[in-house]
């Protein structure tokens, strides 16, 4: 595709705020470009690359081709650096491409090099993610919260004299010596601030409802999982209820919720709600906060996983790394192993938790050990506590774990964060490195 030839360019030729990034008249053609930064493992950015190509696919995309990098650090400019580029822009020629995806999120400048140089759009994982939530959005509330999202997304990416020119006149057009970016990002801003008043009327309501079954005394769980696991028709399998389930990501945007009665008689407000995603974009996760809270404010997480799935831990990582940044890292865990159906044989991937309950939403099997854990977890009063214990402090995390059940334990740079269920006298002695 020549230079000069008309391209849609990313953010370039939309017309209105909540236009997708990838054409949907007819199926794009789309080179994937992951990159392994630092010691990255190049197995790993082929398998985000895999999932990447199942996104595009979801958005009504075709895989023509991918290139898989090593950096030490991502180049300022054009992320991959302007040699690699070149071989990108060799590939997309040789395949027809429409659009380059990149696995990881651009910068603005980035971005806007990289399309000068490729001579066709260039976008991101979040983008096709945000394509997905928008195709898949149908009540107000989840339409609401995922332009408020793309809206967020487009913002700092606005260029000069391109984006929303057409919507010039009238109300709001451009003032003495205000220049049409200015006018635009003006607009833009308009309409994430209505949005946001928006979602904060429905959120409102919705609280109402939630202290109402609060002074019920009913208690409270929340279904979370890695997209596709299962969690739907889990649902479905323990409320007898009918809500969508599809072999498609993201396909539940909106949480519903249905009761359900344990064997021991308790009622429990069973709700199930949107999917994570490794690299789940920031602005989508705070655009559904008011959808979120209700896994933050759960008594108790089903934490649905594929277990017939690549690789099961690394699902079970990046939902763990979603719940601790909605503030719901400390909320009971039972992980719940779906689609056992599936193993023909195979072993479960227990991996370090023994305490996971296998299941398949499909058959039934296994449900009733899940409904009996549901109901243990439930009376057991022990609380979830999350604490920092430097890589130095090694007895402090043995006695954490004589102490209670460890939940997680990630290193980061100051050491270990430690998730972990104690009972009241054990988690006020180790107060010291509770955090929270
Ligand atoms: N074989 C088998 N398939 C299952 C099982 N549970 C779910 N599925 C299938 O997996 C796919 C995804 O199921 P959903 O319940 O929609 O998954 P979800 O976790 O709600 O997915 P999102 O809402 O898109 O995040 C569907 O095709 C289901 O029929 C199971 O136990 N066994
Ligand atoms: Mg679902």
Redesign the pocket.
Known sequence: MAENQTHRGGFGTHGGESDAFIERAFREKIVLVGVAVGGGDPARTEADLDELAQLIATAGADEVGRLVQRRGAPDPSTYIGRGKAGEILAVCEQADADTVVFDDELSPAQQFNLEKILGRSAIDRTAVILDIFAQ?ASSQEGQAQVELAQLRYRLPRLRRGRAFSQQAGGIGTRGPGETQLEVDRRRLQRRIHKLEAQLQDIAKSRGVQSRSRRRSAQSAAA?V?????????????LTDSG???????????DAATRRLELPGGERVMLT?T???IQKLPHQLVEAFGSTLDVVAEADLLLH?V?A?GPDPEAHIAAVRRVLREIGAGAVPEVLVY?????LAGRDLPLGADRDAIA?????G?GIDKLLAAMADELRSGGIVVELRVPYARGEVLAAVQRAGHVLATDPDEEGYRVQARLDEASASRLSEWVVG
Do not use: H, M, P, W
Request: one cysteine or more.
């Open positions: 898949n279904i999982g890695y997209t596709n696991a299962g969690k739907s028709r889990l649902l479905n399998r809500v969508l389930v599809q072999n498609r990501l993201f396909a539940t945007l199930d949107v999917g994570f649905v594929d017939s779906n689609k056992c159906d599936l299941v398949s939403a499909a058959t099997e």
